[in-house]
């Protein structure tokens, strides 16, 4: 029999071996670890040493032994060989019910071994272990319990403020008492869409068509129109073949991957060190093999690429916006890497889509603004930066102000995932109303600019009244204002002042979503932040700053910089992404020109915000 067949039905009767990874299993088959010979010359008193630390009743020393001593089939075969104990008629398998079974398995093993071609014989004696009844059962709450004293003592802990956000008062909110208003910093509704009257009325309108549920899985009763719909906007929206609907981004990304790279032989991923938890959790379920390049680093990927040839499949993980820094990924730069070492690229664009391009299609698109512009939508645009993208994922959650995720491909692809993926399969689909209002979002932000150019131009005056004031906001291209903290403890008192002294809620973000020593208040204008709210946002920030004696930009410089903050604009630049020179996605070209559309298309009523109107507001009393 197949050593590593045998090894394998070793591992289905000890607990220890179960845990053992398949490299691990093939050495120790090869090393002729299997079979009866474990329990050969061992004493009684080897056993007592050995202490099973699995079996109930059985003493002797510590358990705080070496790993491989805890074992109870190999541990004590390995403290008699070193000890020299003689044998004795009392031999392990009469004490330990898991050696037993062990020992069982291996004598079926080998049986079944010797009758070439024929199947393996069915397991005989392996069953449940037989415990002393007195015996304590593990303390599970005592380990919760010491989990979540683990992060109460590195001030990791997460507090889940209770905030309401007013539809009609956008961006404001109330908290636990409805009396108590403040102001929304930090949401990931970028546009406001969820509010807006189109949204709104279109999932309105589905609610009273269709109901409130989806009534089953895609394959079973929850394919309706509007789901083939949302589907057809989306891959319009990113020229490409096809696009497939999850229920979320995070599920979109893990499927996919986790699918795709399992399928592919052989398959190398190739990860940016900051990607997103949903896509290191799908390189992970693929169980594919996998290397993390620095962040942005072209120098350090190719390195990592060129020692595959090109036959091997290979894939490349990235994002175009990366949602804590704000920095934008190299998408030129890696396809082209793609192309010459033979790899395909995947790309989220899940802080994008909405954001960028004349349509909001995503950085992708806004690399060739012009010609996405004058192309008609869903057109292939050749050698464009958005057609040589293999596989984009997106959000319906957040500029688009929904729920939901999505993949736009080729529709080979697409269809593969859509009947392999269980994380698509085996889920009940998207409700018909928010399927409706994100196509509505969609339709409505591929023809709007209003929202982009007020939300680019409010993140810029942002970020200058913070450097003016020396508030250390890390660089970055995007409309994302990372403001660097550098202490768990001290961003959580900082987000809690801002809320309770100052009305203005700003998350605290610390690990594992950043670094430890990296935590930082998250900020996100939005179009409905007038220019009033950004006063008072920066001069809480500075009061902040100044009663809990944060460091300001001059003090990072001082200390050397960290995360772009206090180091040199060059340093910064080979991380930051986007266009050498070129300070914002948006250029102030591309800001004019919208702004001159909208202008035009509302018959030339200004783009300004209002408060508490928001500007959806603003865009259905000019109409």
């Known amino acids: 029999m197949d050593p590593t067949k045998a090894m394998s039905i070793l591992s289905r009767a000890c607990p220890y071996l179960a845990r053992t990874g398949l490299s691990a299993l093939q050495s120790l088959a090869a090393s002729g670890a299997v079979g009866v010979s474990f329990a050969r010359g061992l004493s009684t008193s080897a056993i007592e040493q050995a202490r099973c630390g699995v079996c109930p009743g059985h003493t002797g020393q510590s358990a705080l032994l070496a790993k491989a001593s805890q074992c109870p089939v190999v541990g004590p075969a390995i403290r008699s060989n070193e000890a020299g104990v003689s044998k004795s008629s009392k031999t392990l398998p009469a004490v330990c019910p898991y050696a037993k079974a062990a020992g069982n398995a291996s004598s079926t093993a080998s049986a079944a071994g010797s009758n070439t071609g024929s199947a393996a014989a069915p397991l005989v004696g392996v069953g449940p272990a037989s415990h002393a009844s007195q015996e304590a059962a593990f303390d599970y709450e005592g380990m919760y319990q010491e989990k979540l004293a683990k992060k109460h ?64 899985t895609r394959n079973i009763a929850g394919n309706s129109a509007l789901h083939l719909r949302l589907e057809s906007e989306l891959a319009t929206l990113h020229r490409k073949e096809a ?160 729920v939901g995720g999505y993949i736009a491909a080729s529709s080979s692809l697409v269809d593969m995932i859509r009947s392999y993926a269980p994380g698509f399969i085996f889920t009940t689909s998207l409700p018909p109303p928010i399927v409706a209002g994100a196509v509505a979002s969609i339709q409505y932000l591929s023809g709007s600019q209003r929202e982009r150019y007020l939300q680019q131009t409010h993140m810029r005056e942002l970020k200058a009244d913070l450097a003016a004031a020396g508030i250390p906001v890390v660089p970055n291209p995007s409309h994302i204002v990372p403001v660097l903290v550098g202490n768990a403890e001290r961003a959580k008192a900082a987000s809690d002042l801002l809320l309770n002294q100052h009305a203005i809620y700003v998350q605290s973000i610390n690990y594992p979503t950043v670094p430890v020593g990296e935590e930082r208040l998250r900020i996100t204008p939005g179009p409905g932040h007038s220019n009033t709210m950004r006063a008072q946002l920066v001069a809480a920030l500075d009061s902040v700053w100044g009663t809990l004696g944060l460091n300001r930009t001059v003090d990072w410089e001082r200390l050397g910089g960290r995360c772009g903050v206090g180091e040199s604009r060059v340093n910064s630049e080979l991380h930051v992404g986007w266009k050498r020179g070129v300070e914002y996605v948006w250029e102030d070209i591309q800001l004019q020109q919208a702004h001159d559309y909208e202008r035009a298309r509302k018959g030339g009523v200004p783009i300004v915000p209002a408060i508490p109107e928001t500007v959806q507001q603003i865009v259905s009393a000019a109409a």
């Open 153 to 216: 003592a590195d001030k990791s802990y997460r507090y889940f403020n209770n905030i309401n956000r007013l539809a009609a008062k956008f961006p404001q909110a109330h908290t636990a008492n409805a009396a108590n208003v403040v102001s929304v910093w930090c949401s990931n509704d970028y546009l406001g869409q969820s509010k807006n009257p189109a949204v709104v009325d279109a999932m309105k309108s589905a609610l009273d068509t269709y109901g409130a549920g989806a009534g089953g």
């Open 243 to 402: 696009a497939l609907v999850f229920s979320s981004c995070f599920v979109a990304n893990d499927a996919t991957l986790s699918t795709l790279c399992s399928a592919l032989p052989d398959c190398v991923i190739f990860s940016d060190k900051m990607n997103h938890a949903s896509m290191i959790q799908g390189i992970r379920h693929s169980n594919a093999r996998k290397h993390v390049f620095g962040h942005n680093d072209l120098t350090h990927l190719e390195h990592l690429l060129a020692q595959y040839p090109r036959s091997t499949p290979k894939l490349i993980a990235f994002e175009s916006v990366y949602s804590m820094s704000g920095t934008v990924g190299r998408i030129p730069e890696i396809c082209a890497l793609a192309r010459k070492y033979g790899a395909i690229t995947f790309l989220d664009e899940v802080h994008a889509v909405g954001m960028y391009g004349p349509h909001g299609a995503g950085v992708a698109e806004h690399y060739d603004y012009d010609a996405s512009l004058s192309t008609p939508t869903g057109q292939r645009i050749p050698r464009s930066v958005m057609d040589q993208v293999d596989i984009v994922t997106g959000t319906l959650g957040k500029a688009f102000g929904i």
